[in-house]
């Protein structure tokens, strides 16, 4: 069965101005739709159509890098447009808000230790908010399209809050400047979903 490019539950512009609707336009049709044509093509013919997402990216043979780039690239977007949304942005709530500060002391902090992740990851890649084994919350990020539940990747497990700094998450509206579209992001986090994926998880 093959993977299908998810529905945006909302309109190209609707991020405005925090993503403009050139780059949402671009990102989801071309780049997210990419990644799901390529991961299909990667997996055409093996077992491993009949595997769910997170079966493929949690057993991958990470030589395989058509298969490695193609399946995490579209996990992840699919978690990006979930996580962020119009009328969003402010703290997170309940459980999650608590294991925030349990985790990093205040809301505040964690900002700027997921914002320094995302800033200082150089190159391409992600920066990510997982929930381990244990319960504990842990800011880490990957290179590419690396996910945190690919085997012995380093930044360990589930994510639930994941931030693309590609460039061509921001480069149309904030060229060079990675740490403004960080601080934008902020604006459009969807703290009901993140609190959702935490309940599932921990
Ligand atoms: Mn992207």
């Known amino acids: 069965m093959a993977f299908k490019l998810p529905d945006l539950n909302y309109s190209y512009d609707a991020l405005e101005p925090y993503i403009d609707s050139k780059t949402m336009e671009i990102h989801y049709g071309k780049h997210h739709a990419g990644y799901t044509s390529n991961l299909n093509n990667a997996i055409q013919g093996t077992e491993m159509e009949n595997y769910s997402i997170n079966q493929i990216l949690e057993n991958l043979d990470m030589s395989n890098s058509a298969l ?3 399946s995490g690239g579209f996990f992840n977007h699919c978690l990006f447009w979930e996580i962020i949304g119009p009328n969003c942005g402010g703290t997170p709530s309940g459980d999650l808000l608590n294991s925030i500060t349990d985790n990093f002391e205040s809301f505040e902090n964690f900002k700027n230790l997921f914002s320094k992740a995302a800033a200082t990851r150089f190159g391409s890649g992600w920066a990510w908010l997982c ?14 399209q690396d996910v945190p539940i690919m085997p012995g990747i380093g930044c360990g497990g589930s994510p639930i809050l994941g931030i693309d700094v590609w460039e061509h998450a921001y480069y149309l509206n904030y060229q060079n400047r990675r740490p403004d579209y960080i601080n934008a992001f902020f604006n459009i986090i969807n703290w009901e979903k993140v609190n959702e994926k935490y309940l599932a998880v921990s």
């Open 131 to 144: 929930v381990l084994e244990n319960g504990k919350l842990e800011i880490c990020s990957t290179a590419n």
């Open 68 to 70: 490695r780039n193609n």
